[in-house]
């Protein structure tokens, strides 16, 4: 436990810190907090004598942030987000959904779902600051965890510690396929059918390819594709040139995915080809109605 003496690093130096990690230059991340470099380079010069700890390798060229730099910028992220509740707590009269939220979205929903939410959502809540991350689920759940972003928009399962979670709605699986493709016959389709490399899906790291995997029960390997996509739409021009058939999630039909197209798209029989849709945010934090009341706001435009 710290003693009466001890010194603590103020939130400008974590500030200032968490900067430079993520500009990785003195310039640029100074620049970002709106001081000169000098008074900027004598903050992060501060820190680590008071720290007791080399944060940076200092080069002409470039800057190394240290393992233990690495280490500590996430506590430092961590400990301006926990100050930012404080205050947004101690301003408890403020309306709901309103500040600034730091939302990460995974790419398979994205495109989708937030063209039609963000209109009426800052019609509804027009002091929401929303500022957004998409990427892959598991870097933007370790942005989260590190405290670089408060909530995220993704799909479930996914294995994820220390949080807590809120299922909005399901997105179905379609079958996509090339119109007039000898590679399935869409009216009767079956797994069993299926050619030997005919399935194509995205690249591992991906947690849409997971989800199919899963919900459509691919289990025999030898219909998977070698080749598989980095993102929809490469799946979707590969489908279209008839080099095998899909997975989709519903959320995607009626969107430029498919525009200008031969791709098709028809559910399947089972009612159990599905994704949950939810959100996820670190376990206990003092923003959770906030969030369930944004998880509600969700699932009433989807499902409206």
Not at 38 to 46: D, G, Y
């Amino acid at each position: 436990m710290a003693g009466p003496a001890t010194r603590f690093p103020t939130l400008k130096q974590l500030r200032y810190f968490v900067a430079l990690v993520e500009h990785e230059h003195f310039a640029r991340a100074a620049r970002s907090c709106y001081v000169s470099q000098s008074a900027f380079s004598v903050a992060i010069k501060e820190l680590e004598t008071l720290l007791g700890v080399t944060l940076v390798d200092r080069t002409n060229k470039r800057v190394t942030i240290t393992a233990t730099g690495k280490e500590l910028v996430a506590q430092a992220r961590l400990c301006l987000s926990d100050v930012e509740t404080l205050v947004d707590l101690a301003g408890g009269e403020r309306a709901p959904l309103s500040g600034r939220l730091r939302l990460g979205v995974i790419p398979t929903i994205a495109p989708f779902l937030l063209p039609r939410l963000l209109p009426p959502l800052r019609k509804e809540y027009p002091d929401l600051e929303l500022y957004l991350r998409e990427d892959l689920t598991e870097r933007i759940y370790e942005r989260m965890m590190d405290g670089d972003l408060d909530l995220l928009l993704l799909a479930l399962p996914w294995d994820m510690r220390g949080v807590a979670t809120q299922t909005l709605f399901r997105d179905r699986f379609l079958l996509a396929y090339r119109q007039g493709t000898g590679l399935v016959n869409p009216d009767n389709y079956s797994f069993n059918r299926l050619q030997a490399d005919s399935i194509l899906l995205l690249e591992d790291g991906h947690c849409l390819r997971d989800h199919a995997l899963a919900a459509c029960r691919l289990r025999n390997n030898e219909k998977i594709s070698r080749f598989s996509a980095t993102s929809l739409n490469t799946l979707v021009q590969m489908v279209d040139s008839d080099l095998g058939i899909t997975y989709l999630p519903e959320m995607a039909v009626g969107t430029s995915l498919l525009r200008g197209t031969r791709v098709k798209t028809q559910p399947l029989k089972s009612a159990s080809v599905y994704r949950e849709i939810g959100l996820a945010w670190r376990r206990g934090s003092a923003r959770q109605q906030e969030f369930e009341l944004f998880g509600e706001f969700i699932r009433r435009h989807h499902d409206g």
